[in-house]
Nanobody, 120 residues
């Protein structure tokens, strides 16, 4: 079981990035998939989740209206589209599965994260 997040980078405030999460050894569509982030000196923050039962999506208030989570079942991937990025979005972003099909039950597996830096 392996999860990998990629697509991070350096972007100016107001910019856009698309993060991707891929899995090997299992099918992402069988689980709820989350994105969470960790910035230096700050608590881990759940950013978004997409359920497997009906693809319901959930967002932290800090990213609502700017980030969109989606599945790409053909590629066994989940994407996080991040628009109107702000310096406070700077963090390492991780994707993680939940122990089931619904969101809101914590994180089960996650892999290495990808760094997102928003700076001018």
């Amino acid at each position: 079981v392996q999860l990998q997040a990629f697509g991070g980078g350096l972007v100016q405030p107001g910019g856009f990035l698309r993060l991707s999460c891929t899995a090997s050894g299992f099918t992402l569509n069988d689980y709820a998939v989350n994105w969470f982030r960790q910035a230096p000196g700050k608590e881990r923050e759940g950013v978004s989740c997409i359920s497997a039962s009906d693809n319901n999506t959930y967002y932290a208030d800090s990213v609502k209206g700017r980030f969109t989570i989606s599945r790409d079942n053909a590629k066994n991937a989940v994407h996080l589209h991040m628009n109107s990025l702000k310096p406070e979005d700077t963090a390492v972003y991780y994707c993680a599965t939940s122990p089931g099909v619904e969101c809101g039950h914590g994180f089960d597996y996650w892999g290495q994260g990808t760094q997102v830096t928003v700076s001018s």
